[in-house]
């Protein structure tokens, strides 16, 4: 009987694993990618075809309200659109629910949509609306429910006043060049919050480059949205030039720059700055003019009554310290060459050397290339590289006075969310302590009772005791009286008794003597 309960038992065991067990597999499993098998229709375009040809740089732009319709039996769980140009806000509706919803609200180039979270199951048919004006598009990929590909990119906001760090970099490839080894150290294996703030978006020359610039970003483990300075692209190699330049050719005066750097710096509250160096590395112009306005903004954006507008959006702010590269006083030299256990033993340097510039397939010059891979491609490490060393730093300004280990930018200072974990910790700390004294409290209270009850009880034994004194008095005055009452009757008896044998006496006497 009891083998036969333990193979019922058992037989239970394996069918329900026949049945959890594809629902694990399932939920693991790669989203699989159904572009081609859906239908694209619509109005704004003469074609759609170009929105599933897999070609990232052929972008169309549309007519006026614009309806993209796409079509599968087998439902659609996510999207991933790429865009040319940052559209805004648009619609997408179900159309077999008339449900909507509404995306696009923070402009990103590359949006990802979760069609199934959205409307709570895989439509079949939805259209994506854009009403108001045309719309610049390159691809729409569609996946089925499951783990996206590593090339979807799911962005997140940018960090807007809970930075660590705050990365000027001037082009798209710098923070793969000078500052190699940064982003996939501090964002993508410390998590810090790292936002990119680039000086031009390219668009003067290519827009080609801003998709470089989300692709490289991306692939070194930077998910906060970067922000696309709209300064133009060129180069002059002297710092008085390139401001010349800058007003001559393209009417923009060295205010307008540098309040467009006030406001990152005021938006984003850094705790951290780094920039280029002041010699601009090979000497380009636009990288010694970013920082420029680096150096005059950390002294600017503490105080409220310059560039007030920025000041009265979002605030004065100072940074507790600003790296410059290569800067020569109070130098620091970072650590890019340890494995990194978030890109698989990678280190930061080879990261940023294998995925990050890499991703910037335009920017492949002999002159880069070269810098960053050596003659014979043997740079394997950030130390071999001689000139413009992206590990080298100089503290340029500092509310927390030096560096001691010199080695580390977050030296003497605390991301927020280390501030964060601190202050839970203190509040923990005060809650204990309440608990604490309220235990205490309570403890105190318990014992004053207990003293008082003590005290009442004491109180009524003494009470009784009296009340039974008393009674006892009572009683022994009673006893007392009854005794003398008692002595009183004994005597009145006993003079009565003498009393009558006198009077018998004499009257005996009398009848005797007649």
């Known amino acids: 009987m009891k083998q036969l309960r333990f193979g019922i038992i058992a037989a239970i065991i394996i069918v329900s694993a026949m049945f959890i067990l594809p629902v694990q597999v399932q939920a693991a499993a790669p989203a699989a990618d159904i572009t081609q098998s859906t239908q694209f229709s619509g109005t704004g375009y003469e074609s759609f075809s170009f929105l599933q040809n897999g070609e990232t740089g052929d972008f169309c732009i549309s007519g006026e309200d614009t ?6 039996s087998a439902g659609m769980a996510q999207l991933y659109l790429l865009f040319d140009m940052e559209y805004g806000a648009y619609t997408v509706t179900d159309l077999a629910t008339g449900k909507s919803f509404t995306a696009g609200n923070n402009g990103f180039l590359h949006e990802y ?12 048919s939805v259209t994506i609306s854009f009403d108001t004006g045309s719309v610049q598009l390159s691809e729409i990929s569609v996946y089925a429910e499951g783990i996206l590909p590593d090339t979807v990119q799911v962005w997140e906001n940018s960090l807007e006043g809970k930075t660590d760090l705050l990365l000027f970099s001037t082009h798209g490839d710098d923070e793969h060049l000078y500052f190699a080894g940064l982003l996939p150290k501090y964002a993508g294996q410390l998590q810090y919050g ?9 668009r003067n020359d290519t827009n080609e480059r801003t998709h470089e610039m989300l692709n490289g970003l991306w692939n070194v483990g930077v998910r906060a949205y970067p922000v696309f300075g709209s300064f133009a692209d060129f180069r002059v190699d002297s710092l008085s030039g390139t401001y010349e330049r800058y007003q001559n050719q393209y009417n923009t005066t060295q205010e307008q720059m540098l309040a ?3 406001e990152q710096i005021r938006r984003f509250r850094p705790i951290v700055g780094v920039g280029h160096d002041l010699a601009g590395e090979y000497g380009h112009g636009m990288h010694q003019v970013y920082a420029d306005l680096l ?10 009554e310059q560039f007030p507008e920025s000041a009265k959006k979002y605030g004065a702010w100072e940074m507790q310290k600003l790296y410059l590269h290569l800067y020569e006083e109070n130098p620091i030299v970072l650590d890019y060459d340890q494995p990194l256990s978030a890109f698989d033993g990678l280190s930061a340097f080879q990261v940023s050397q294998q995925l990050g510039f890499p991703s910037h397939k335009s920017q492949q010059w002999p002159m880069f290339v070269t810098w960053i891979y050596g003659e014979n491609r043997d740079i394997t ?23 001691e280990n010199k080695n580390d930018f977050f030296e003497n200072v605390l991301t927020y969310a280390q501030q964060e974990q601190l202050e839970q910790e203190r509040l923990e700390q005060e809650r204990l302590e309440q608990e604490r004294l309220e235990q205490e409290r309570l403890e105190q209270e318990r014992l004053e009772q207990e003293r008082l009850e003590q005290e009442r009880l004491e109180q009524e034994r003494l009470e009784q005791e009296r009340l039974e004194q008393e009674r006892l008095g009572r009683e022994r005055q009673e006893r007392q009286a009854r005794e003398r009452r008692q002595r009183m009757i004994y005597a009145s008896i006993g003079a009565a008794i003498m009393v009558i044998g006198i009077a018998a006496l004499l009257l005996y006497k009398k009848l005797r003597r007649k």
């Open 381 to 403: 490490r950030a130390t071999q590289i001689e000139t413009y060393n992206p590990a080298h730093f100089g503290l340029y300004a500092s509310k927390v006075g030096a560096d």
């Open 260 to 262: 467009f750097v006030v």
């Open 295 to 304: 150096t005059k903004a950390v002294e600017i954006t503490k105080d409220p």
């Open 194 to 202: 790292v936002q990119v703030v680039y000086f031009t978006d390219h």
């Open 113 to 124: 949509i979760d069609l199934q979270a959205q409307f709570g199951e895989k439509p079949t």
């Open 67 to 72: 309806q993209i319709t796409l079509e599968n």
